[in-house]
Nanobody, 124 residues
């Protein structure tokens, strides 16, 4: 059974930092591209960042580029999202997602497995 469990969310002031973690189980981790999506209140879920199975390739939404960094530790079956220079607009539930293969995609429909999400709130 595939499981993705996010952690690390919380309340932070604007300009601050947080690191999200997502532990993945149930498949061979380094075969799977991973991504972070986010959903703000009243908004649709949107792509934030993705990383290939090997970790060699990454992709970012323009809104987070230069502020967020996605990484993975295949030995720990964990993907991370380091968020810096946070803004109130970054307030959302952040979801971890996984594909069945190692290639990066940025559409919600291209991801096969999802976590339950972790809340990030950025105060002004």
């Amino acid at each position: 059974q595939v499981q993705l469990v996010e952690s690390g969310g919380g309340l932070v002031q604007a300009g601050g930092s947080l690191r999200l973690s997502c532990v993945f189980s149930g498949l061979t981790f380094n075969n799977n591209a991973m991504a972070w999506f986010r959903q703000a209140p009243g908004e649709q879920r949107e792509f934030a960042a993705a990383i290939s199975g090997s970790g060699a390739f990454t992709s970012y939404a323009d809104s987070v580029k230069g502020r967020f960094t996605i990484s993975r530790d295949n030995a720990k079956n964990t993907v991370y999202l380091q968020m810096s220079s946070l803004k109130p607009d970054d307030t959302a539930v952040y979801f971890c997602a996984a594909r069945r293969d190692h290639v990066i995609y940025i559409r919600i429909a291209d991801y096969h497995y999802w976590g339950q999400g972790t809340q990030v709130t950025v105060s002004s």
